[in-house]
């Protein structure tokens, strides 16, 4: 079953629809960040500004790809070392490859390697990163639970994927991978 959801999940993502998904702490909020008409339809959704960023979620750092060709071997090591935590890096973009629908207004990008089992294996059907934000309205309270999301959110999205919220009590920090300097604790 676990299967067939996952590959459920994949097909909305590939058609350029929204998800939800259970994280490490909240449920979250998907779709194919290369698919422009996606991310606005999920910051329809969340009521969010594009300004603000979204983050981008994978199961490896192989899956962010070009993002790291511009790091040196030392912050590569760091975010290596790091594996799936509960950390949101903000990493340097020099070369713009992540659209401005992605970093809003931002120079760098959010990215998290999720230690969530359903997060890296939805990660994996889909061969590449997802956009990952939490699964509420701009500036409402954090989704905790499925009966919520739906309830909520559940009429706008196009797939939820079922299961289990992970063990964490809190979103992740956010860090900055240069400076190293915490932004969210």
């Known amino acids: 079953m676990i299967k067939l959801n996952i590959k459920l999940a994949t097909i909305t993502l590939l ?14 909020l998907g779709c194919d960040p290369w698919n422009k008409w996606a991310v606005m ?28 060709e ?3 071997a030392e912050l590569k090591v760091t975010l290596n070392n790091a594996g799936p935590a509960p950390i949101t890096w903000l990493i340097p973009d020099p070369k713009d490859r992540i ?12 990215i ?12 994996q059907s889909f061969g590449s990163m ?3 934000t939490s699964a509420n309205e701009s500036g409402a309270p954090e989704i905790k639970s499925r009966l ?18 992970g063990s964490e ?10 400076s190293g300097m915490m932004l969210r604790e």
């Open 112 to 123: 998290r390697i999720s230690s969530h089992p359903l997060v890296r294996e939805l990660c």
């Open 15 to 28: 058609q350029g629809g929204v998800i939800a998904y259970p994280t490490e702490a909240v449920w979250g």
């Open 148 to 165: 919520k999301l739906v309830k909520s959110l559940g009429d706008k999205l196009g797939f939820i994927v079922p299961g289990q919220l």
């Open 169 to 178: 009590l809190k979103t992740s920090t956010i860090k900055d991978l240069e």
């Open 41 to 68: 339809k999920l910051l329809a959704v969340k009521q969010r500004p594009m300004e603000k960023g979204l983050i981008l979620v994978a199961d490896s750092t192989q899956q962010f790809g070009p993002l790291f």
């Open 99 to 110: 659209p401005l629908w992605l970093k809003g207004s931002h120079s760098k990008i959010a």
């Open 70 to 72: 511009d790091l040196s």
């Open 130 to 132: 997802i956009v990952s």
